[in-house]
């Protein structure tokens, strides 16, 4: 993949390649390793991370990497923090959430409220590959995910769903 992703300065500094062990310090480098794996997952629109191929893990130019050890110590803060959920038993593989459903939730109803959706019907199919949703964090989004943020809307009784003969044509009326 081209590498046109823009690295913090934070990951030319070795340090950063080794997990802290004062715990306020380990705390910080945690968020750092969680925002740069969620940035990079976004601009490539990746959905999953197999967590012991992930080439974020190591620097080339300063020659560092994360241990195996570390690796899993990352992952499990970005699925503690609800940014990642295992997708398998081993725990090698897990989904990166982009940004949160409850996030997601807000964007797909402030969408609609902006291009006036609110008492009209559109698809699942519209709300993460139509047209009018070009440059949102939910367009690209998969179906499972999507489904999460408007139960969350759901919930609020801000919107409500109707079976379609797919799932791709389920309807999604706002309030």
């Known amino acids: 993949m081209g590498d046109s992703f823009e690295y913090p300065d934070f990951y030319n500094f070795p340090p950063f390649f080794t997990i802290q062990p004062v715990l306020a310090t380990k705390e910080k480098q945690l968020d750092l390793w969680r925002d740069l794996i969620v940035r990079y997952h976004t601009q490539y629109k990746l959905k999953t991370l197999k967590i012991y191929e992930c080439s974020l893990w190591s620097n080339d130019k300063i020659q560092r990497s994360l241990n195996r050890e570390e690796v899993q110590i990352v992952a499990d803060n970005l699925v503690a923090n609800g940014h990642g959920e295992w997708i398998d038993e081993s725990h090698t593989t897990l989904r990166v959430l982009w940004r949160k459903p409850e996030e997601l939730a807000r964007d797909v109803y402030e969408w609609a409220v902006q291009n006036g ?7 699942l199919y519209e709300l993460h590959s139509g047209e009018d949703v070009n440059g949102m964090s939910f367009e690209g989004l998969d179906e ?7 139960a ?14 797919t799932s791709e044509e389920d309807g999604i009326k706002f309030f």
Do not use: P, Q, Y
């Not at 959706?117 to 698809?123: A, D």
């Not at 809307?153 to 003969?165: A, H, P, R, V, Y």
């Open 117 to 123: 959706n609110i008492g009209s019907v559109c698809t």
């Open 144 to 150: 499972e995910l999507l489904r999460r943020a408007l």
């Open 152 to 165: 969350v809307l759901e919930n609020e009784g801000k919107c409500t769903i109707f079976k379609g003969d």
